[in-house]
């Protein structure tokens, strides 16, 4: 019935707050990570936000942003601060590449930009699995690398979500700029975790299995399974 779109539970009212949520999430997140050794926290919460909202798991945003916020928080500071390096060695490249575009050669621009995708790449997978699992950040970054080449396809859609906002703002118009603070790192956060969802489920149930096997110890005190599945040390759900 057209009438039940308007409902409290229908589409219509979906939308409203999931927009809601989104700006109350971005917000949240340009606050945090003002502090800067804070960005690792604060980024990691909000696609672990995100993908409570994608499973319809997410209840209060807010109350799940800094539940999140707060878990293994130092072990996060310095993964953050790694991202953030990595953030400022891609910014410097690609200036470089505007600036100095006429002298660099082909051979020397496709391989910089594959890297630079491929680094990007990394950090979108290892962000929202630093919010998800509990793995040390070597074993994050590892398993976000191998994720990005794995699921390529994917990965290429998580990329150009990134992209949207920017080049709207960039090649059609300045006025999209309050739709950046409004929206510029959730939307893109939320649409990247409508895309790894079905593999980050696969991987939790993975892990789980594993688990389970594992705790299936026989009476001479040896693993019935002695399968190592994904990397994983546990789930980081809060």
Sequence with gaps: MPGKMFD???????????VRDLFVIN???????LPVFTVGPALKA????????????DGNVVSTYFKNFKLNFKQ?????????ALFLIMAGDIAALVIYWDTFSM????????????????LLYAIPMQGRFLNPVGTTF?????????KFPKTLVMVLAFLILPCLYLLVSGNFFPLLIMFGLSLPAYLNAVVYEPFFKET????RAREKRNSGINADGEDADGGSGFDGNGSGEV
């Design 142 to 150: 590892r398993n976000a690398f191998w994720a990005a080449l794995y």
């Design 8 to 18: 409290f539970d229908g589409p219509v009212a979906g939308f409203i707050f999931l």
């Design 27 to 33: 917000l949240l997140t340009l606050l945090l990570i």
């Design 204 to 207: 939790e149930d993975r892990i």
């Design 76 to 84: 996060t500071v310095g993964f953050g601060l790694i991202c953030l």
């Design 107 to 122: 051979m020397m621009i496709v391989p910089l930009i594959l890297t630079l995708f491929l680094i990007f790449a990394t």
């Design 46 to 57: 909000l696609a672990f936000t995100c993908l409570k909202i994608v499973r319809k798991e």
